[in-house]
């Protein structure tokens, strides 16, 4: 019983491709995030929705487009790939925005070649 | 933005010694948290701290809220192998505008037996 599960868990492709990583939370959790893991682990939020309403959209290139379907599922789709998108891209929830503790999926693993 | 600076980056201990790392802060959070990252999986909450001057154990762990809320550290007493992995600390600023987490850079820890 994944609390919060992300596919795909390893993604390789090109530079230039347009791929999309999906997010799944069965905790009844009213918020979701995604956040970027660089090389040197630093965790960095992109963005937030809060019942489908996007809360936090830090600094982020507007290739990044997060879409929430429903308060349960948050994608991250990514047009035009370069290099320096590679990174592990972490999906969590919490129960309501400003909910202090954030239950974190597994990971998806970008690589851009 | 505010900042956190983590330290150390990277410990390399022997199992059975004690562990300290800690977080300082630019500006006072109302809440410091404690994650580890093991390999491969996303961050899980160890720790949480609501009150400048608190200390709370978890098992081995034991945290505290700097009284001027501006840092907190992490100790781990008679560490074990199954120790090893990222340690990141997170403030928490809570605002009528709203919250989000801040991030520390990690500590990585290896633990050897």
């Known amino acids: 019983d994944t609390a919060v599960s992300q596919t795909p868990k390893y993604l390789v492709t090109q530079m230039g491709n347009d791929k999309s990583i999906k997010c799944e939370q069965n905790l009844g959790h009213d918020t979701m995030y995604w956040y970027k893991q660089d090389s040197k682990k630093f965790l960095k939020i992109m963005f937030s929705y809060n019942n489908k309403e996007l809360i936090i959209n830090e600094t982020v290139p507007n290739r990044f487009s997060p879409k929430s379907p429903d308060k349960a599922h948050l994608n991250l789709h990514i047009n035009s790939l370069e290099l320096g998108d590679s990174a592990v891209y972490f999906c969590a929830s919490s129960h309501f925005f400003g909910g202090r503790r954030l239950f974190f999926g597994e990971g998806s693993r970008l690589t851009v070649l | ?113």
């Open chain 2, 1 to 113: 933005g505010q900042q956190l600076n983590q330290s150390p980056q990277s410990m390399f201990i022997q199992e059975g010694e004690d562990v300290s790392m800690n977080c300082t802060s630019s500006s006072i959070f109302n809440t410091w948290l404690w994650y580890k990252q093991d390999p491969g999986e996303g961050p899980v909450l160890l720790i949480a701290l609501y009150k400048a001057g608190e200390l709370t154990s978890n098992g081995r762990l034991t945290a505290q809220f700097g009284i001027t809320r501006k840092d907190s550290f992490l100790n781990i007493s008679a560490s074990i192998p199954s120790d090893v992995g990222i340690y990141f600390c997170a403030g928490q600023l809570v605002e009528t505008s709203g919250s989000r987490l801040t991030f520390g850079e990690g500590t990585q820890l290896t633990v050897n037996p």
